[in-house]
């Protein structure tokens, strides 16, 4: 069965940092480019960051360039996202997805995780 797990979620003060962690299994997930999204209450779900399948290629949001890093361990089956500087903007539910284009196009999401930036 395809899961895709976030974890690493919780409180943080302004100026703070966190690591979110994407655990995959159920599919091979070195041949899928990974993303995290971001949902804020009463907004719409937008891209903070994407990683291609072997790790070369990453994309940020202008929102988190320069603050947060993803990055992914095959070996692991595990996405990470490290998240410096946080501001109270940060706060929302993060989610986990992979996806694939060829042959075909495949999407999985993850549940999601809480982030709240508040002091």
């Known amino acids: 069965q395809v899961q895709l797990v976030e974890s690493g979620g919780g409180l943080v003060q302004p100026g703070g940092s966190l690591r979110l962690s994407c655990a995959a299994s159920?599919?091979?997930?070195?041949?899928?480019?990974m993303r995290w999204y971001r949902q804020a209450p009463g907004k719409e779900r937008e891209l903070v960051a994407g990683?291609?399948?072997?790790?070369?290629?990453?994309n940020y949001a202008d929102s988190v360039k320069g603050r947060f890093t993803i990055s992914r361990d095959n070996a692991k089956n595990t996405m990470y996202l490290q998240m410096n500087s946080l501001k109270p903007e940060g706060t929302a539910v993060y989610y986990c997805?992979?996806?694939?284009?060829?042959?075909?196009?495949?999407?999985?999401w993850g549940q999601g995780t809480q982030v709240i930036v508040s002091s």
């Open positions: 997805k992979a996806q694939r284009i060829v042959p075909r196009v495949v999407e999985y």
């Open positions: 990683i291609g399948n072997t790790g070369s290629i990453t």
């Open positions: 159920g599919f091979r997930f070195s041949t899928y480019g």
